[in-house]
Each structure stands twice: as C-alpha cells, then as structure tokens.
C-alpha cells in the first residue's frame, strides 16, 4: 500500500499563487509515476500533470506555461506550483501515485479561485 498525504490548498483571487504537495510513504519501492489530477463540480477527475520515475513530465493543456510539477526524490514528494490561477482552476485536486497496475490517491485538497 502507498500512503499519500496532500496540503496546500486553498481560496486565492485569480491571478494568484499556491502550491501543493504530496508526500508519498509505505510501499513506496518501484513507483512508477506521482501526479495530480482534479475534479471540478460536475465534471470528470482530469489528469493535470505527472511525472514518471525517469522524470519525464506531462501537463494538460489548460495548464501548460502556468503550472509546474517538481519532486523531491530524497522526501518522496511532489510539489504543483500553481501560478496565474484562474476561476476554472477551481477543483478538488487529488495527489495520485502509480504503482504497477495499481492507482493510489490522496484525499483530496480544494483550490478554488475567485474571480
């Protein structure tokens, strides 16, 4: 089992900052890749960017140029800095761990952003 422990969310105006984190432990050996996705109201959980254990990074569109997935590999972390935030950022955003064939997820962090 992998454990994931997020912080970092919260209510910020659109043109503002935050960052996230997520903080991996258990059965941490041979993660293939950490990530965050979100889920806004209404809609579908959506991939917002992941890294893979080669370190290799994949954004959303909508997200590209703002937002930038780093890791701490000593910490098991990763951090999404969330720059020029804009009111459809708003989501519950979930830390996610893959792991074989296994998907693991954290509890969630809600970011919403005010116009």
């Known amino acids: 089992q992998v454990q994931l422990v997020e912080s970092g969310g919260g209510l910020v105006q659109a043109g503002e900052s935050l960052r996230l984190s997520c903080a991996a432990s258990g059965s941490i050996f041979s993660i293939n890749a950490m990530g965050w996705y979100r889920q806004a109201a209404g809609k579908q959980r959506e991939l917002v960017a992941a890294?893979?254990?080669?370190?290799?990074?994949n954004y959303a569109n909508s997200v590209k140029g703002r937002f930038t997935l780093s890791r701490d590999n000593a910490k098991i972390t990763v951090y999404l800095q969330m720059n020029s935030l804009k009111p459809e950022d708003t989501a519950v955003y979930y830390c996610n761990a893959k792991k074989g064939v296994y998907n693991y997820w954290g509890q969630g962090t809600q970011v919403t952003v005010s116009s």
């Open positions: 890294i893979t254990s080669g370190g290799s990074t």
